[in-house]
């Protein structure tokens, strides 16, 4: 069977054949590693630009009504604001802590920061919940003047972010309680904790625009 | 990437972030005029970028996560600069 011959002749050897690939999304695991992380610095450029908005309209309206702004700011309490600034950079340091630890398989220093962080974010959000209860009891609301308009909207926007931060950690931490990750599964908490630094990153902005302007 | 030193490097850094949050506070107990908003903008940005490189990890990325870091801030740029451009060189409001 010459015919036949010639067929089998066609066909590739099996070493010639492309590998069958067993990974889902990537080839090797580093590459997902530093996809991901790539990914999710192009998630915070969309965050930044987000809030970009908000801050073109306070550097116009600031640069038109001057005096409503110096009021408004001076009406702010800056102890509060500085206490939640504090309490930001120090989650902030805490969740770099877990993500350090995580890469040393130190699953309770990991668990330990993860709540310690997620714990700031409460007591940040409890700060801002008197402080804007404080504000609507006086009869402030974001219709009062643009500067509160723009108060509530950048701080309320951010507050956003301080829950999701949380439901994010909240997330990690229980997979970590699980024996999710380690030193070989890290990324989940390394694109975690750079979402919690933007939160932090976006506060450092607002706490002088809003505050101390 | 991470060693004995990692930690003790995190607390200088947060070290650092608290001196410069009094500053931040200081500062703004002075009138420096026009100043003002550019002097807390810049020790902000101080900040920021104390928290990108050693918090966020910036200094260890390779040239691609550093244009996707960066190029927002060069479109915020573009927003804000060009709305302030339309709205305060309006003839007719």
Redesign the interface.
């Given at each position: 069977m010459p015919f036949m011959k010639f067929v089998k002749s066609l066909a590739l050897p099996s070493e010639m054949l492309p590998p069958i690939i067993e990974e889902e999304s990537h080839f090797d695991p580093e590459t997902e590693h530093s996809a991901a992380k790539l990914g999710m610095w192009l998630f915070l450029a969309t965050e930044l630009l987000l809030f970009g908005g908000l801050f073109a309209a306070y550097a116009i309206f600031r640069a038109k009504y001057p005096e409503m702004f110096l009021e408004g700011s001076a009406s702010l309490d800056v102890v509060l604001g500085t206490v939640n600034t504090v309490i930001l950079i120090f989650s902030s340091y805490t969740v770099a802590i877990a993500v350090s630890a995580i890469q040393e398989n130190r699953i309770r220093l990991v668990k330990w920061m993860l709540w310690i962080t997620i714990i700031c974010a409460a007591i940040f959000a409890v700060n801002k919940y008197f402080e804007y209860s404080y504000k609507i009891s006086n009869g402030i609301t974001p219709g009062t003047d643009i500067f509160y308009s723009i108060y509530y909207a950048a701080t309320g926007v951010h507050m956003l972010h301080v829950f999701i931060g949380m439901a994010v950690l909240g997330v990690l931490l229980k997979k970590v309680n699980e024996g999710r990750y380690h030193k070989g599964n890290f990324t989940a908490i390394e694109i975690g904790g750079l979402y919690w630094h933007l939160v932090d990153l976006i506060w450092i902005y607002l706490f002088p625009l809003l505050y101390l302007a | 990437?991470?060693n004995s030193n990692?930690?003790k490097q995190?607390?200088n850094?947060?070290l650092l972030?608290?001196f410069l949050?009094v500053i931040?506070?200081g500062a703004?107990q002075f009138d420096f005029g026009s100043l003002?908003?550019p002097i807390?903008?810049l020790?902000?940005s101080i900040?920021?970028g104390v928290?990108?490189l050693?918090?966020?990890?910036l200094k260890y990325?390779?040239g691609?996560?550093w244009i996707?870091?960066t190029?927002?801030?060069f479109?915020?740029f573009l927003?804000?600069a060009f709305?302030?451009t339309d709205?305060?060189t309006r003839v007719v409001n």
């Open positions: - | 990437m991470v990692t930690y995190y607390f850094i947060w972030l608290m949050t931040t506070v703004a003002n908003i807390a903008m020790i902000a900040k920021a928290v990108a050693h918090f966020m990890h990325e390779d691609m996560t996707f870091a190029y927002p801030i479109l915020l927003l804000i709305s302030a709205i305060f």
